[in-house]
């Protein structure tokens, strides 16, 4: 149609395996999100620190110009598609249309099939907005996300808050390579052993709270939900509490529990309060689309107060999403850098491959965002009533199992601040930093009134945002993107100041090193040296 160019970066590929049931009736009714692009860029020092911005200082100054945004509703109005709300600080606006109008509007042509719109190739703009419209989303609700990344450990037999080890007569020793702890060998019956929070904030050296500073944690859900009762009595179980948890819908998500997802959701919000039970988590349901997660995102990084942290634990690997989400999701990032907020990523749960299986190395987003701090997994053995560390080596259950994910970026160059520790020169290296993940040593969580050790990199992200809440609050500060500050005067081999440096065992594509590495990146955190190390920045 005359008057439409391509909207670059937003190619769909076919679903595979997937029957279209058949066209959608033109009068169907669609709600997108339109992407703005910002009337001035973000300077460098705003992004990568210290300086910061308010909200309304970030929507005047790089945020949509009201110019862009009116041109866009005369342009929709005149094809039948309405704003309905906008939101200038995250540049996006809330459109609705028939399918009639919004395949005038995107040159769309959506099929549906059971229970999911589909489009094929690439949207198209009309021409007056060549250049003002950087992504459109919402017009395919395919799931974006696989699957929730929390992994329970369901051989176990072990009870909340031991912190002892049990055998459940599984063989770990899997033919990885990989040492997974003391008497883990190949062939060899492992211990197994589930930490609660707090005495993982004992063996990783948390600092204390401090009274009466205000914080808020934001946490991203793509689907499952909690309920009051079940949280308060797992809270009650561990000794902390009371806990503020509150819930916010996003698009049509919702706080849904006993559903899909619940196990995620509980795993979250559990260690965020369990290590830092002080701060408030608001948690932001949305739908598992690429307009859910984008919305929720810049929902949660532009509230109010402005969160001092966002944990988000779903993903999917690069290759898997659109280029005009990618970039939305890591201009949202951006965004919170420029606020003080940091984003702290899971790495994915299936190795150097990601789940995909065309036989290359793959790293997931958004951790490979250079926006993000992005969190890989560790086994760890330890004494929890003493918090000394037996051994702490790379996730990896075995060939064809879970294990951390991590690897090189080929969408995201190289950033800056990993140009001296090692990382190759091809792309943004992933991870940045680990934790405990395996559920073999995992986290000792309710969910369904059943304790049961659970793990993940999707365990590491809230860890690390619980951390980071501590550390601001004995700052004073928010820390924004914390990567400068982690990987100044860092070099290659050499243990980074806070972290216990990981070098023994492999993802399954990388193997471990002393310093940085592609597994479990600068290590896991020593808190107490960590801020001892933060203060002197």
Not at 141 to 167: E, F, H, K, L
Not at 237 to 265: F, L
Not at 327 to 342: C, E, N, P, S, Y
Request: net charge negative.
């Amino acid at each position: 149609m005359p008057g439409r160019v391509e909207l670059p970066g937003s190619t769909r590929p076919a679903a595979p395996g997937v029957v279209p049931a058949g066209t959608l009736d033109p009068a169907t009714v669609i709600t997108a999100t339109v992407v703005l692009r910002r009337r001035a860029e973000l300077p460098a020092a705003l992004v990568y620190g210290p300086s910061t911005i308010g909200r309304q200082d970030l929507a005047d100054r790089y945020g949509a110009d009201p110019a862009d945004a009116q041109r866009v509703r005369t342009v929709l109005s005149g094809l039948g598609v309405e704003v309905v709300a906008e939101d200038p600080a995250s540049r996006r606006l809330t459109v609705r249309g028939d399918l009639a109008a919004l395949h005038r509007a995107f040159g769309v042509s959506l099929v549906g099939d059971a229970r999911h719109r589909r489009r094929v190739g690439a949207l198209e703009v009309p021409a007056e907005l060549d250049g003002v419209v950087q992504a459109v989303l919402g017009l395919d609700d395919r799931p974006q996300v696989r699957r929730p990344r929390v992994q329970i450990d369901a051989n176990a037999n072990t009870d909340s808050g031991t912190g002892t080890d049990t055998n459940s007569g599984a063989d770990t020793g899997t033919g990885s390579g990989s040492d997974s702890g003391p008497g883990t060998g190949a062939g060899v019956e492992a211990p197994r052993v589930s930490y609660t929070p707090p005495q993982l904030g004992r063996i990783y050296g948390f600092p204390a709270a401090v009274a009466g500073v205000d914080q808020t944690v934001a946490v991203v859900e793509l689907g499952g939900g909690y309920t009051d009762a079940e949280l308060s009595q797992y809270f009650q179980d561990i000794g902390v509490g009371p806990v503020s948890v509150r819930a916010v819908a996003v698009d049509d998500g919702a706080n849904a529990p006993n559903t899909t997802g619940d196990d995620e959701v509980l795993l979250d919000i559990e260690v965020i309060g369990g290590l830092a039970p002080e701060v408030r988590q608001v948690v932001y349901f949305a739908p598992n689309t690429d307009q859910g997660f984008v919305d929720a995102v810049s929902a949660a990084v532009h509230a109010l107060p402005t969160p001092v942290a966002v944990s988000i634990s779903w993903g999917a690997a690069e290759d898997l999403w659109t280029e005009q989400t990618r970039r939305a999701l890591d201009d949202a990032f951006a965004d919170a850098a420029a606020l003080g907020v940091t984003v702290i990523v899971s790495s994915g749960d299936w190795g150097a491959a990601d789940e995909l299986t065309d036989g290359r190395r793959h790293v997931d987003f958004p951790a490979s965002s250079p926006h993000v701090l992005s969190c890989g997994g560790t086994t760890l053995h330890a004494d929890p009533s003493t918090g000394v560390i037996d051994s702490e080596t790379v996730w990896n259950n075995g060939v064809g199992k879970n294990a951390t994910g991590g690897g090189v970026s080929v969408f995201f160059p190289r950033p800056d601040y990993q140009s001296i520790c090692g990382t190759p020169d091809g792309g943004r290296g992933v991870p940045d930093v680990a934790g405990v993940a395996d559920p073999r040593t995992g986290y000792s969580v309710l969910v369904h009134g059943k304790t049961s050790p659970a793990g993940g990199t999707s365990a590491v992200a809230p860890l690390w945002a619980a951390l980071v809440a501590r550390l601001a609050q004995q700052l004073g500060r928010p820390l924004g993107l914390l990567q400068p500050l982690l990987y100044k005067d860092s070099q290659p081999g050499v243990l980074a100041a806070g972290f216990r440096d990981v070098t023994a065992g492999d993802n399954q594509g990388y193997p471990a090193s002393p310093g940085w590495d592609p597994c479990t990146g600068l290590g896991s955190p020593d808190g107490a040296a960590l801020l001892a190390r933060l203060k002197g920045c």
